[in-house]
């Protein structure tokens, strides 16, 4: 089984993409500028949690990004090693959220399950150690300026399972 955070990440993409917004859920936590304590993911990324992640119910060991920072036009590799300390079913979901400087591009809730398809897997996650490397290609068109991006998870039972940000991601013509 094969599943990460930084598979979060991956989903933005597409979604970016997306004609329609749909509810974002307003009690989950939303990306503030200079509003959170550092909270590092280990690895070579841009990744820190949300807050201190003694609670979630994702243990992540390390995500590495390749190239990092990512650049449009190429490939990006993604690795993950982490333990789901929980089952997780259908009704799970994604607080997205991506802003390009101030302007926000996506501010939605997403079903887990559904987007989990995007990088080849599919509910029922099961506990355990889990292990991604996952290939992305960038688009070229990625207009230049500087990103953010908030991954805010939840279980069908709507207990957070870990919230990611990713700030200040660079992008040059």
């Known amino acids: 089984m094969k599943f990460s955070p930084a598979t979060l990440l991956v989903l933005a993409a597409p979604l970016?993409?997306?004609?329609?917004?749909?509810?974002?859920?307003?009690?989950?936590?939303?990306l503030k500028a200079?509003?959170?304590?550092?909270?590092?993911?280990e690895g070579d990324n841009p990744l820190n949690y949300c807050a201190k992640p003694d609670g979630y119910k994702l243990n992540i060991k390390s995500v590495d990004l390749s190239p990092n920072p990512?650049?449009?036009?190429t490939k990006l590799t993604i690795?993950?090693?982490?333990?789901?300390?929980?089952?997780?079913?259908?009704?799970a979901t994604v607080n997205l959220e991506v802003k390009w400087g101030l302007i926000t591009l996506i501010r939605q809730t997403v079903d887990l399950c559904d987007e989990l398809k995007n990088v080849d897997?599919?509910?029922?996650?099961?506990?355990?150690?889990?292990?991604?490397?996952?290939?992305?290609?960038?688009?070229?068109?990625?207009?230049?300026?500087?990103?953010?991006?908030?991954?805010?998870?939840?279980?069908?039972?709507?207990?957070?399972?870990?919230?990611?940000t990713a700030t200040n991601i660079k992008f040059h013509i």
């Open 70 to 73: 990512p650049a449009a036009g």
């Open 79 to 91: 690795s993950a090693e982490g333990t789901l300390l929980e089952r997780i079913d259908k009704g």
């Open 121 to 164: 897997l599919e509910c029922p996650l099961e506990k355990g150690k889990m292990v991604l490397t996952k290939e992305v290609d960038l688009p070229k068109q990625i207009p230049p300026g500087s990103y953010s991006v908030l991954a805010d998870v939840y279980n069908q039972n709507e207990e957070q399972v870990t919230c990611l």
């Open 34 to 41: 200079g509003t959170t304590e550092d909270f590092p993911v």
């Open 16 to 30: 970016v993409n997306a004609a329609a917004f749909s509810m974002f859920d307003p009690t989950q936590v939303s």
